[in-house]
């Protein structure tokens, strides 16, 4: 992504310049009709594709909706019903910041928290605060915390659903998002409900302005530990005196380091950029040398943390791995991926899965494989609101990779016992990967020695753990079914397509293929069930049309 701003910098040009108002200006409603016209306007123009997803009656209308409640809207409410308004493109990088900063004098409550897998948690507050620290927020000013997301979630830029659980807990964080979302009636002090060892407590932290213009450290660790706003420095739920690996931030955007009891070479990747003294065509050869050298036997690629940068620089550490046939193995390359792996970084993870043999594991992706990016901002006259929208979509993948994310193979997620005791779930699981060959690769050779059985059951129970929640065994199975049709084995092909429907049942092509594999073997009645099953249960799918025809053809 040639001359694309990493996320990280664009976070960084949001707290320098995004959304804010004159302090100087109070603005009145023809100002504010004329942003909202110079927004229509310039989205239209500087989109390349803005209504992939919304539709342009629906944008009109919001625009319309708006201007017709501006007298009654606080400067506030307009702004975030403007955010909701560009949001609803649904794309990462199409957005109206709402981060405080000196110009737009919203204001944070001065906490930090984390979604995990186990509950939404305070990982960190001023020490006055100290025992609210590592609980687990339950409600704000009486609202349950799920109905906090869903108010939320709307004004987040968003590729899916885990990019939006990356930035939720920062925008909920911010009153006048929840004044405006009437979560709350006052900016000052909520009464946020929070669960402690100790039993339910109320916590009531004070707003407080932000007063730094850039943020100096990596914004998308889970940690976001900096000097934003005028407070005491923050107490964490952790030792931060022994912070693991994936936690470090060292001056490097790319950095590595051997772990000798398990013989592997971890790289830290933060950002799709060479360092400030090297360029990461010689950090890689540098690294491969070592590696080499110290006769590393997994080569980890963590990526947990890269909100992006230019994918032009992909390309040699694609080669590098390639042509190493020691390391480019399942089960000794591995991509560690998560919630903030996002824009050219999941370009690179979509690389690595097209071109190498790497183990993805950890979170899924907050990028899709596909995506829009390359973003160009462009400010309001009146409000001086900056608005990014993508000028670019970016198809690394087939056309018909729709998927909302890379998943991973391995789902390893982050609970708060994790991040309190300095844990790395993912490393440990790596650590304790023994090599081995993919699924798809195990089933082959059981259907190779006529083991029906056998690969049914390796299928089943690989389908039931829940670290293999995020894989596509649909397309997988759907491939071998028509891979045993081609040879000759119709009745394997027949009982995997069975299997398919069973472990996937909301795979509407599944139920082509299987209806299709009745047809060859005359069962004309139990074709027309699955074909009509598609049309009732998956009108919208491409595999439905087909099956119109059919059942009009079977019917005849």
Known sequence: ?????????????????????????VLHSEHWKEDINYLEKHLLETHT??????????????????????????????????????????????????????????????????????????????????EYVGARITHINGVHTDTIIKKITPLIPQDNKWQVKATLP??????????????????????????????????????????????????????????????????????????????????????????PDNKMMYVH????????????????????????????????????HNGGGNNMLNKD?????????????????????????????????????????????GEPTGGRPNHFGDARSFRLPNSQLRISASSVYWQNSTPFDQREASFPYLYVPLDFDHYTNNEDPVLQAIASFQEQSPLEDQIKSFLQSNNIQAAKLAIESFAKKTQHRYVNTSSMLNRT???????????????????????????ANGYDSLAEAYLDFGKQDLALKYYQMIVSQFPKSRASENAKNQIQRLKQ
């Open 269 to 304: 990747y933060d950002a799709i950029a060479n360092n400030d003294n090297e360029g990461l065509s010689q950090l890689y050869d540098r690294l491969f040398r070592d590696l080499d050298k110290v006769q590393a036997e997994k080569l980890v690629l963590d990526l947990r």
């Open 49 to 130: 594709d803005l209504f992939h997803t919304l539709t342009a009656d629906n944008f009109h209308q919001e625009i319309q909706v708006l201007k017709q409640d501006l007298k009654r809207l606080s400067k506030e409410e307009i702004i975030i019903r403007l955010a909701k308004i560009v949001s609803s493109v649904k794309d990462g990088h199409t957005r109206l910041w709402l981060i405080p900063n000196a110009k737009n004098k919203f204001s944070f409550y001065p906490f930090q928290s984390f979604i995990f897998n186990d509950g939404w948690y305070i990982i960190g507050a001023e020490k006055k605060h100290q």
């Open 317 to 361: 550490l694609i080669l590098k791995i390639i042509k190493h046939d020691r390391l480019n193995r399942f089960g000794k390359l591995f991509v560690i991926t998560s919630r903030f792996t996002f824009s050219a970084a999941s370009h690179l993870v979509l690389e690595l899965e097209k071109y190498t043999n790497a183990l993805l594991i």
């Open 481 to 507: 079914g028509y891979r045993l049709k081609s040879e000759g084995k119709e009745e394997m092909a027949l009982e995997i397509f069975k299997l398919n429907i069973q472990i996937n049942p909301d795979y």
């Open 170 to 259: 920062i925008y909920a964080s911010i009153p006048e998002v929840l004044v405006a979302l009437k979560i709350i009636e006052t900016s000052s002090r909520p009464n946020i409900r929070v669960k402690t060892r100790q039993g339910i407590k109320i916590f009531n932290p004070k707003p407080v302005k932000a007063i730094q213009t850039i943020w100096k450290d990596l914004f998308w660790s889970t940690e976001y530990r900096r000097n934003i706003f005028k407070s005491e420095p923050l107490l964490f739920a952790r030792d931060t005196l022994q912070t693991p690996l994936y936690l470090q931030q060292r001056p490097d955007w790319v950095w590595y380091e051997y772990l």
């Open 1 to 25: 992504m040639k001359n694309h701003l990493l996320f990280l910098c664009m976070i960084v040009a949001s707290i320098i310049a995004l959304p804010f108002l004159s302090c100087q200006t």
